[in-house]
């Protein structure tokens, strides 16, 4: 089973199309996506590729990136493209 994570992503238009994603609170999280959904499914590989990273380097994870509490709502703001 996947764990979750909330953090918040900035997807930055750029002028020859897609979105550039970052994270305030992780910088190691930078990728693009040529639409938003793209983008997002990028930024979920990010996520998971910095955590492997954090892992392999046997490294904690920075205070911004801890796990969501099992069986406790969540809140999330998104975008949808339809």
Known sequence: MSQIYKLPLVLEPQPEGGYVVTCPLLPE????GEDVQDAM???NDA???ILDGF???KRPLPSA???AQDNTPLWV???LAV
């Not at 999280?29 to 693009?32: M, R, S």
């Open 29 to 32: 999280l930078i990728t693009e």
């Open 41 to 43: 499914k990028n930024a």
């Open 47 to 49: 996520l998971a590729a």
């Open 55 to 57: 892992k392999q380097l």
């Open 65 to 67: 990136l801890q796990p």
């Open 77 to 79: 703001e998104t975008v």
